[in-house]
């Protein structure tokens, strides 16, 4: 994982929320380009960003190609940003 592509990808809004969207579960572009007022190739360049920065998944069924979360890179940033803070997980009270 490359904290830097982690962190540019998240720094944009329509990003984050598709993030947000898939959550609930997998999605195709069509479904998720539904909830913005952008073009279908925008939505498709933030699929690509969130795609290089490992935080979603692809799977192609058919002609379709489904989205969904990839939860092990969100967890991996939270840790980070908890060690940043200089938290102490056993001294949490």
């Given at each position: 994982m490359s904290l830097q592509a982690t962190l540019r990808a998240l720094a944009d809004p329509i990003?984050?929320?598709i993030l947000n969207l898939l959550?609930?579960?997998r999605m195709s572009a069509g479904?998720?380009?539904e909830?913005?007022?952008v073009t279908g190739a925008a939505i498709s360049?933030?699929?690509s960003v969130l795609k290089e920065a490992?935080?979603?998944r692809d799977t192609r069924e058919g002609k379709f190609i489904y989205y969904d979360l990839n939860a092990s890179v969100l967890e991996e940033i939270m840790l980070w940003?908890?060690?940043l803070k200089g938290?102490?997980?056993d001294q949490r009270k």
């Open positions: 990003r984050r929320e959550k609930r579960g479904e998720i380009g909830h913005f007022p360049r933030h699929l490992d935080l979603i940003i908890t060690d938290e102490d997980h």
